[in-house]
């Protein structure tokens, strides 16, 4: 494991919260400072003849090339977990975070990235007939073709409901096509050195040649939270909003987060001293359960933890509720 440079970057306050978040990033992109076609991830670069190179890169990274899997954390009937202390640069637990996966939902931490990055909040999109998927299981908020919202509105739709209908036409809005955001979503994934990363669609639905790792998320995940809007969706616990029909009717969106760690109802809670900022979920056959989460300690330092393929929800919240002991146990 490495842990490079402690420098700290203020990037969001989070309503009533003083979250102090660390940035993961430098101005020297993976994607210019080395051929990330050589390479599996951003990591291994680190012991190679660019090392001097991929310092510069991963300066404000958690990085690690090993598994770190202290006994005390229980994570079984999972396929991958990592916990990453974003205040000291330490990879805190790491099982499989290279192996590539299928992401299901977390696939819109992508989406809601590209979206932030070349849009405003404030823009109107209409809905194309594309919205309308017919996919067993697949998680829809209902827009149908010549619906207008804001882009405001369909984040809220995209990263707490998962709608991925508001996943499709967020796509169209700012890229044309779900190809050509697709596209983007892989140039954005290969800027932050996220190389065992590739996206085939904006919503996480399973498809040919759509993967990423856990490590990959954790990379896309802190680049997100630069934006104080993406802190604020994943933050919140319910949401109501009027858009309008094709002939200009109000219609209503009104959801709760499926991140159960901010439903009191849902039994399940954080370890003590731990708080649960907010986070992603995601599920389907091929996937599993899965769920990336921001917490913070009782100092309010940051930390990204994500676990992919659980076996069913309640063992992933079981096992995510352990790997966030490790957070106290570090301290």
């Known amino acids: 494991m490495k842990c490079i440079n402690k420098k700290k970057k203020i990037i969001a306050a989070l309503l009533s919260c003083s979250l102090m978040m660390v940035g993961c990033g430098s101005n020297t992109t993976f994607e210019n400072a080395y051929d990330a076609n050589s390479i599996s991830s951003a990591y291994s670069v680190l012991e190679g003849d660019n090392s001097s190179v991929a310092k510069t890169f991963a300066q404000d990274l958690c990085v690690t090339s090993e598994n770190i899997t202290p006994s005390s954390v229980d994570v079984a009937n999972t396929e991958c ?15 499989n975070i290279h192996k590539q996966m299928n992401p299901a939902s977390l696939t819109k931490i992508m989406t809601a990235l590209i979206a932030l990055e070349n849009s405003s909040i404030d823009e109107v999109i209409t809905a194309t007939s594309n919205v309308k998927i017919t996919e067993s299981g697949a998680q829809l908020c209902g827009f149908q073709e010549g619906d207008t919202f804001t882009m405001d509105q369909a ?6 409901y998962s709608g ?8 169209e809005h700012v890229a044309g096509s779900v190809e050509a955001f697709a596209d983007m979503m892989n140039e954005k994934a290969k800027e932050l050195g996220a190389t065992n990363t590739h996206f085939s669609n904006p919503h996480g639905l399973t498809a040919a040649d759509h993967y990423t790792t856990a490590y990959d998320l954790y990379l896309i995940f802190n680049e997100a939270m630069k934006y104080d809007k993406f802190i604020e969706v994943i933050h919140s616990t319910e949401y109501s909003s009027v ?11 009104t959801f709760k987060s499926t991140n159960q760690f901010l439903n009191t109802d849902s039994g399940y ?3 003590e001293n731990i708080t649960v900022i907010g986070g992603k979920t995601g599920t389907t056959e091929a ?4 769920l990336i989460l921001l917490s913070k300690d009782t100092a309010g330092n940051p930390y990204i933890s994500v676990i992919l393929k659980a076996d069913d929800r309640a063992v992933l919240y079981t096992k995510m509720t352990n790997l966030l002991t490790a957070i106290t146990a570090a301290n």
């Open 81 to 95: 977990a990592g916990l990453f202390d974003l205040t000291n640069k330490e990879v805190l637990y790491a099982s």
């Open 155 to 160: 984040l809220y739709a995209l990263l707490m």
């Open 164 to 171: 991925n209908d508001a996943g499709v036409a967020i796509a």
């Open 243 to 253: 858009y309008h029909d094709k002939n200009g009717a109000e219609k209503e969106l």
């Open 269 to 271: 809670k954080a370890p």
């Open 287 to 290: 996937a599993g359960a899965c």
